[in-house]
């Protein structure tokens, strides 16, 4: 009788990072700072928000597809927002193809900014595909915030494949718009204080890494990306996640 060998793990490294469309605190570019925070921390998946495609002087800076380009990373724009200038949203890159794309327009109320949730389909291994999704929620409104978050859930809850969830939620562990999110994910962070925000004080995280509560994925570790204060209004965060 042949004996069954226990499948092996499969570890992968997510991202999320608002980049503050583009600029510094200083309101300079950041994508150089960008591109070295995501080379020297080589994660396999990058959740991106406040992302812009512009027209200046008739040239489009395509933000995400620049800094697809330096990583070699797949790479998919959610567009949440229009302007003369061109649009903003989010979006994602992976080291993995794309088996294909969703956006999600969330709920809002009247004159609130338009928002999304962005998703993609990979397909990891012959028996690992999962959904990867980014989003940012509205910063100006809690009530906003608190219905986008309950419709997240809605949407992702009852996936068939697990899901990881970058986010910009805007909120703390211990206001409305998290408690979405307790009882049916992991939260990669488990109670971290230290904040996201870098104009905040500990206990402002406003950044998650979410999984999807299934007996195939597991959060392993987590870390908040703090050498570089200036690139962002906000740290990136990592986590690796395992699946079997």
Not at 91 to 99: A, C, H, K, R, V
Not at 157 to 180: K, W
Not at 184 to 209: F, H, K, V
Request: glycine share 6%; proline share 5%; net charge positive.
């Amino acid at each position: 009788m042949l004996s069954s060998q226990p499948r092996q793990a499969v570890e992968v490294k997510l991202m999320s990072f608002n980049i503050r469309h583009g600029l510094n605190n200083q309101e300079e570019s950041n994508l150089r700072d960008i591109l070295r925070i995501i080379k020297e921390n080589d994660p396999d998946l990058v959740a991106l928000q406040a992302v812009d495609s512009l027209t200046d002087k008739g040239k489009v800076q395509f933000q995400l597809r620049q800094i697809a380009a330096q990583t070699g990373m797949y790479y998919a724009y959610a567009v949440a927002d229009t302007n003369e200038n061109g649009t903003q949203g989010v979006g994602i890159l992976s080291n993995w193809p794309f088996e294909k794309t969703q956006t999600i327009h969330l709920p809002r109320t009247a004159g609130a900014d338009p928002k999304v949730l962005q998703c993609g389909l990979i397909k990891l291994s012959r028996s690992v595909t999962f959904r990867f999704c980014n989003s940012r929620l509205e910063y100006a409104s809690v009530m906003d915030r608190a219905l986008q978050a309950a419709y997240i859930n809605q949407m992702l809850v009852n996936s068939v494949q697990p899901v990881l969830l970058g986010m910009d939620m805007g909120a703390r562990p211990n206001e409305q718009p998290y408690f979405s999110f307790r009882r049916n994910w992991q939260d990669a962070a488990r109670g971290s204080q230290m904040q996201t925000w870098n104009e905040g004080l500990p206990g402002d995280r406003l950044d998650y890494i979410f999984a999807l509560l299934n007996n195939k994925v597991r959060v392993k570790n987590y870390k908040v990306i703090r050498n570089y204060p200036d690139v962002s209004d906000h740290y990136p965060i990592q986590a690796t996640i395992e699946f079997w």
